[in-house]
């Protein structure tokens, strides 16, 4: 079964730091682009991050670009996500997702992914 599980959210001060993961099953993770996307309450869902299905491409959203990092481990079938001096506005439930299709490259595009994980919650409060 197709399944994807996000952890290592958490509550943590302005300044601090979470990495996040994202373990898939049930499908050849090496072969899709994953992306990770936020939801803050009242808000609509926004693309944070991409990786490309090697790894060599990625792509931020200006307002996380600097501070957080997208990386892969095909082997250990994990994304993950760094995210580094933390603030108040990125307090959302963070998702990610696999790409559509197999393709090379990524997007942050909500509607250009099809399998989703459950989320996890991420607190930045003082």
């Known amino acids: 079964q197709l399944q994807l599980a996000e952890s290592g959210g958490g509550l943590v001060q302005p300044g601090g730091s979470l990495r996040l993961s994202c373990a898939a099953s049930?499908?050849?993770?090496?072969?899709?682009?994953i992306g990770w996307f936020r939801q803050a309450p009242g808000k609509e869902r926004e693309g944070v991050s991409c990786?490309?299905?090697?790894?060599?491409?990625?792509i931020y959203a200006t307002s996380v670009k600097g501070r957080f990092t997208i990386s892969r481990d095909n082997a250990q079938k994990t994304v993950f996500l760094q995210m580094n001096s933390l603030k108040p506005e990125d307090t959302a439930i963070y998702y990610c997702?696999?790409?559509?299709?197999?393709?090379?490259?990524?997007?942050?595009?909500?509607?250009?992914?099809?399998?989703w994980g459950q989320g996890a919650q991420v607190t930045v409060s003082s």
């Open positions: 990786i490309s299905i090697a790894g060599g491409r990625t």
């Open positions: 997702a696999r790409f559509v299709g197999v393709q090379a490259s990524c997007t942050i595009r909500p509607n250009d992914y099809q399998y």
């Open positions: 049930g499908f050849t993770l090496a072969y899709y682009a």
